[in-house]
């Protein structure tokens, strides 16, 4: 069985505070993007404990019980009580440490193709539940649609009228941690500023997303990566109506309200930033 897990973008993501369990509430509006991991998923049903080999094409994404496309098999496994030698093979193409979910993409896609092997037991509900143990954003893929999420993350709803635009994606080969980038975060500035949850476009395409997409994470992120700001100014110069880093960082994106401008942006930044890694894609709906 062969998956496509997407990455996701964050078109705005607010910091509410820091809870007394170390983790941090938070309100994002996140929407899958059309770029993908292969996942390639096999199984064999056995009568012993489920046997579970995880190997992926990327040097820095750990195999095994390190990877969290183990641990999504080892749960469902656990859940349902089947058991099978499963093997998963992960062929990374989202960018590592670049704000744009691929892990949790991947244990969703785990979740989800071992559902459908297994002629669905569990309902979408129930995987988004075991979902949530895994990581905050695992739930959101197994959604698989645009959603603000609320909470650590975990509790969406789902938002669908987002417009029709295209992307230009830049990922300047700096990963960052989001531990570091929540180290650095200043909540005492954060919090004074007023963010909208709605995207009404009632003053226009143009200025109403130039006026609404935020990230709290951006100025602590562009500290430990400066090269953020330089993608997010070469997507503007290249044409973009507003740009934004998704997640944690370190990846940018550039919006276009035409594809024709969304290419000529991607192939001039192609040509022109060999050492940045360019994609050009649009949202998922």
């Known amino acids: 069985m062969e998956i496509q897990a997407p990455a996701k973008i964050n078109l705005f993501l607010d910091v509410i505070g820091k809870r007394t369990d170390g983790y941090h509430e938070l309100r994002s509006l996140m929407c899958p993007i059309g770029i993908y991991d292969t996942v390639r998923l096999s199984c064999e ?23 969290l496309a ?37 244990a969703a896609a785990v979740l989800a193709g071992l559902n459908r092997f ?43 009228d987002l417009p029709l635009f295209y992307l230009v ?15 650095k975060l200043n909540l005492a500035l954060t919090k004074n500023k007023k963010i909208t949850t709605k995207f009404t476009f009632e003053s226009g ?24 700001r330089q993608a997010k100014q070469a997507l503007m110069n290249s044409g973009a109506l507003a740009s934004l880093m998704s997640g944690s960082g370190s990846s940018v994106f550039g919006i276009f309200e035409d594809a024709g ?25």
Request: hydrophobic content about 40%; some cysteine.
């Open 118 to 160: 297994f002629n669905h037991p569990l309902s979408t509900d129930r995987l988004m539940s075991i979902g949530r143990c895994l990581g905050a954003d695992v739930p959101f893929f197994i959604h698989g649609r645009p959603a603000l999420a609320t909470g650590i993350g975990e509790k969406l709803s789902p938002w669908p």
């Open 205 to 228: 395409w143009e200025a109403d997303f130039a006026r609404q997409l935020y990230n709290a994470l951006e100025a602590p992120a562009m500290q430990l990566c400066p090269e953020i």
């Open 261 to 285: 401008q969304a290419g000529k942006a991607f192939d001039a930044l192609s040509e022109r930033c060999h050492s940045w890694q360019v994609f050009q894609t649009r949202l998922l709906y």
């Open 70 to 106: 183990w641990s999504a098999a080892s749960a469902f496994f656990a859940e349902t009580g089947f058991s099978a030698r499963t093997t998963v093979a992960i062929d990374k193409h989202i960018p590592v440490g670049a704000g744009l979910g691929g892990g949790s993409s991947d």
């Open 45 to 67: 049903p056995a009568d012993t404990p489920a046997d579970i080999t995880v190997a992926c094409t990327h040097p820095d994404v750990p195999s095994g019980r390190a990877n």
């Open 169 to 183: 994606l830049i990922y300047p080969n700096c990963p960052v941690s989001t531990g570091e980038v929540y180290k």
